[in-house]
């Protein structure tokens, strides 16, 4: 249920008249202060000094009127808790518009990154023909060698860990 309210809370944000660089700015705060979100999620504290307290950061940080609004009801919907979760919602969903895709690339520090990155991308444009992809890379030594490529609901598996685990499976009748 909390994923649906996320979602739903995205699409109204998502229809007001807020910029994309306002709703990441504000993600960016969240995310580097830790306090700030105790003190939105702590139960012993009323709601109205939350309220108080956010259209001062607002004010500073020269929010929008409607940001602040709509942070404001989240705030007196006590779904504080799921603010950082609707803004990457929100920009995952603008970035969807814009034909984006999100996607992670595990590779192993033997491989070429770039020939890994190309390889992948080659593989999602078969899956989605008409989108660009923003990579998020990490580095994993556990796959041997090769690539793991993970996009929407999607995992291409061309690590040579997951070579041996196919092979494994053929073998032993999985």
Same mark, same amino acid.
């Given at each position: %249920? @909390?994923?649906?309210?996320? $979602?739903?809370?995205?699409?109204?944000?998502?229809?007001?008249?807020?910029?994309?660089?306002?709703?990441?700015? +504000? *993600?960016?705060?969240?995310?580097?202060?830790?306090?700030? %979100?105790?003190? !939105? %999620?702590?139960?012993?504290?009323?709601?109205?000094?939350?309220?108080? +307290?956010?259209?001062?950061?607002?004010? +500073?940080?020269? *929010?929008?009127?409607? %940001?602040?609004?709509?942070?404001? +009801?989240?705030?007196?919907?006590?779904?504080?808790?799921?603010?950082?979760?609707?803004?990457?919602?929100?920009?995952?969903?603008? #970035? =969807?518009?814009?034909?984006?895709?999100?996607?992670? !690339?595990?590779?192993?520090?033997?491989? #070429?990154?770039? /020939?890994?990155?190309?390889?992948? =991308?080659?593989?999602?444009?078969?899956?989605?023909?008409? /989108?660009?992809? #923003?990579? /998020?890379? $990490? @580095?994993?030594?556990?796959?041997?060698?090769?690539?793991?490529?993970?996009?929407?609901?999607?995992?291409?598996?061309?690590?040579?860990?997951? @070579?041996?685990?196919?092979? @494994?499976?053929? !073998?032993?009748?999985?």
């Amino acid at each position: %249920m @909390q994923q649906t309210a996320v $979602h739903n809370n995205a699409v109204v944000l998502s229809e007001l008249p807020v910029e994309r660089s306002e709703v990441s700015g +504000v *993600l960016k705060t969240i995310e580097s202060e830790p306090l700030l %979100m105790e003190f !939105l %999620m702590s139960p012993v504290i009323f709601y109205r000094k939350k309220e108080a +307290v956010e259209k001062k950061i607002s004010k +500073v940080a020269g *929010l929008s009127k409607t %940001m602040t609004d709509f942070l404001l +009801v989240m705030i007196r919907n006590h779904n504080e808790r799921i603010i950082p979760d609707i803004l990457r919602e929100y920009l995952r969903l603008e #970035d =969807e518009k814009a034909g984006i895709l999100k996607a992670e !690339l595990f590779y192993t520090d033997e491989g #070429d990154l770039e /020939a890994d990155k190309k390889k992948a =991308e080659a593989c999602l444009e078969k899956l989605f023909p008409d /989108a660009k992809f #923003d990579f /998020a890379v $990490h @580095q994993d030594k556990n796959l041997i060698g090769g690539y793991l490529v993970r996009c929407k609901n999607y995992e291409i598996d061309r690590s040579y860990k997951g @070579q041996l685990r196919q092979l @494994q499976n053929k !073998l032993y009748g999985r």
